[in-house]
């Protein structure tokens, strides 16, 4: 497993992201998505593939948080291998062709997020069937490397549900074993996670959060801290 760097989230999440499975983390704008899942990446040993599709990737923040941490910034950046699809299309051949570039030496696969261009090509045809292809080929990915692999979400408006809900849950959840739900909270610059699903763990469970200059750290003290 690969560790959060925030001990209550590794404990929610059972010890940490599991490998060998997809894990899914979703929300709203600006609740933590990425700054998480680049964390994961930088606290790791090894190489991360990471599938930038919104152009969210920033290798200042990165360097940022490796300072903030007394990491080596550059050896922190060589170890991220990134990608930048422009759209669905070439999502899917960069998706594909993962399979022959990560080998023993990643730790970590990401795609943030996995229905941007799904969104914004779905009203225009059925894209449903791609997008579980997708997936299928990052489970495979992790299966098979016996790696984690993290796949962020976007949210949308349910009018039915009357709540905000994950981008084409239905295909996701089927293959995504544990799921994250980030979210804003009142407080300024506090979030919390949300545990929706896992594979041993009880749903439900949750722990807040900051984002700092370090990226993603413990909410200690105030009664702030889950227990």
Not at 9 to 26: F, K, M, N, P, R
Not at 81 to 102: A, M, N, W, Y
Not at 189 to 207: D, Y
Not at 210 to 216: A, C, D, L, V, W
Request: aromatic share 6%; net charge positive; glycine share 10%.
């Amino acid at each position: 497993m690969l560790t959060t760097g925030v001990k209550s989230l590794d404990e929610l999440l059972g010890g940490g992201v599991a490998e060998g499975v997809l894990t899914q983390i979703y929300g709203s704008f600006a609740t933590g998505k990425t700054t998480l899942a680049i964390q994961v990446g930088l606290l790791s040993r090894g190489k991360v593939a990471y599938v930038d599709t919104e152009g969210g990737f920033s290798p200042e923040r990165l360097s940022q948080m490796a300072d903030a941490r007394g990491l080596d910034a550059g050896e922190a950046l060589q170890r991220f291998i990134l990608f930048t699809p422009s759209d669905f299309k070439e999502q899917r051949r960069t998706i594909g062709g993962l399979k022959k570039v990560v080998d023993d030496s990643f730790s970590l696969v990401v795609v943030d997020s996995i229905t941007a261009h799904y969104r914004a090509e779905e009203q225009r045809r059925n894209l449903t069937g791609e997008l579980a292809k997708q997936l299928q080929v990052l489970l495979w990915i992790a299966r098979k490397k016996h790696i984690p692999v993290i796949v962020i979400n976007q949210v949308h408006f349910d009018s039915r549900a009357e709540r905000m809900k994950p981008v084409a849950e239905h295909t996701l959840n089927y293959r995504t074993k544990d799921i994250l739900r980030l979210d804003k909270l009142n407080t300024p610059g506090l979030r919390v996670a949300i545990l929706e699903r896992h594979r041993f763990r009880p749903e439900g469970g949750m722990v807040y959060f900051r984002i700092t200059e370090k990226g993603i750290e413990e909410v200690l003290g105030d009664g702030e801290k889950s227990e």
